[in-house]
């Protein structure tokens, strides 16, 4: 009952996260990172803990002179091991169990398993790993979409003059910090980044981690399911073998060295093996979702004609010239944040805001001073003084 309101709490606070965090500052593949693979890793970290699921996570058999707990714990804290040569061996005739089988100490060659110690403690790491740069841009954002959105996000606002007001404070603000949010936009890039480099770092990581199993892990298994039953090795027995052999020496009655050989079941692998090859599909997909964003992001700061469309297919805003005034004037600091906005707000209410934007920008470009709103009325005292955070030259 305890593991259960463990993954509870995961998956509460998860919940919490969605109600709590109304501003919308990054895309759906960063939330893949930090909410979704986060709480996969760390839901996986208290199930490899759960020995009401799977009993003890080790039992070794050996003869009467060595008592059951003692052979266990030395067993689980040393290391197991199989041998590579009694792999692929009739169960039954040739080998007792896969990988274990007739053993010559120096002569046969050892494959040590020692990770299973570990696993929880991996599982937990990498969760933090994938949530870090969630922490980076969190910490660099600093609330700035959901200030200057404050009111706005959601549904339409009630009052028209009050919707009117609130516009108004958010085009002038545009305007007053225009061209200074590419310092903003670097660390976003950057983030996304991380995210690439860290799902891609993480396969590599558990590759190492594992012996150098996981990279083909997951094709093995594919290529394994389409194989005779009859002429088939799981790859999953190999990398996370049930039955291992584990090797205890001891003094005997007369002074001389005693060696027992103990057959161990590692319970614990037939959970290990499903987390392992969920994961391997789960990275693949993530790596290839977070190179697609990472794309689009480089398109996005080096392709102005991508902003265009971005405007007039995600947030519907068409006008021809309207589009043009905001695309030119405006650099991809800008761009993201009014993109990062239009996710946070009504459509409607973000076309005004986009309509009344391009039209100051024009009036402002060919005017060289600031325009008062003809459609928005403004507040007397600029938000960006008072309301909004101020901005430093990128």
């Known amino acids: ?36 693979t986060t709480a996969i890793l760390f839901v996986c970290s208290i199930l490899c803990t759960a020995n009401s699921l799977i009993g003890d996570p080790i039992n070794c058999i050996a003869d009467n002179s060595l008592p059951g707990h003692v052979i266990n714990t030395y067993c689980w804290i040393t290391s197991t091991f199989t041998l590579p040569h009694q792999q692929g061996k009739p169960v039954g005739t040739h080998v007792a169990h896969p990988g274990v089988g007739t053993y010559v100490e120096g002569e046969n060659e050892t494959r040590y398993h020692s990770y299973y110690q570990w696993i ?6 990498q969760g933090l790993l994938f949530y ?40 002038q603000y545009m305007l007053d910090t225009l061209h200074l949010h590419n310092t903003y936009a670097a660390g976003y890039f950057l983030c996304e980044a991380l995210n690439f480099i860290n799902v891609v770092g993480n396969i590599f990581f558990v590759d190492v981690f594992l012996g150098g199993a996981f990279l083909k892990y997951g094709t093995d298994v594919v290529r394994y399911s389409g194989l005779n039953q009859e002429n088939r090795t799981d790859p999953m027995i190999v990398v996370f073998p049930r039955v291992t052999k584990c090797t205890f020496h001891k003094f005997g009655p007369s002074g001389s060295i005693q060696k027992h050989d103990a057959l161990c079941v590692l319970a614990l692998n037939v959970l290990n093996e499903k987390i392992y090859i969920f994961l391997w599909f789960w990275f693949i997909f993530l790596s290839v979702l977070s190179g697609l964003a990472l794309l ?12 265009e469309t971005i405007l007039k297919r995600r947030f519907r805003f068409g006008t021809p010239t309207g589009v043009s005034a905001v695309v030119d004037k405006t ?17 409607v209410v973000f076309g005004e805001i986009l309509d009344e ?7 402002y470009m060919h005017n060289n001073v600031p325009t008062a709103p003809s459609t928005l009325e403004m507040s007397p005292i600029y938000p960006s003084k008072e309301k909004f955070p101020k901005e430093t030259e990128a």
């Open 357 to 363: 934007l391009s039209r100051r920008l024009n009036d």
């Open 296 to 307: 689009y992001s480089t398109v996005i700061v080096v392709l102005p004609s991508i902003r």
């Open 331 to 347: 650099q991809v600091g800008d761009f993201l944040l009014l993109h990062l906005l239009g996710q946070n707000m009504n459509m």
């Open 132 to 171: 870090i740069p969630h922490w980076i841009w969190k910490n660099w954002e600093e609330g700035k979409v959901r200030m200057i959105s404050d009111g706005m996000r959601g549904s339409m606002i009630g009052s028209k003059d009050d919707r009117r007001d609130r516009q108004g404070r958010l085009v």
């Open 120 to 125: 929880p403690f991996m599982l937990f790491f």
């Open 1 to 36: 009952m305890a593991i259960f309101n463990l993954v509870s709490s995961v998956a509460g606070f998860i919940k919490v996260r969605f109600l709590i965090d109304k501003a919308v500052i990054d895309n759906m593949v960063f939330r893949f990172h930090y909410r979704i």
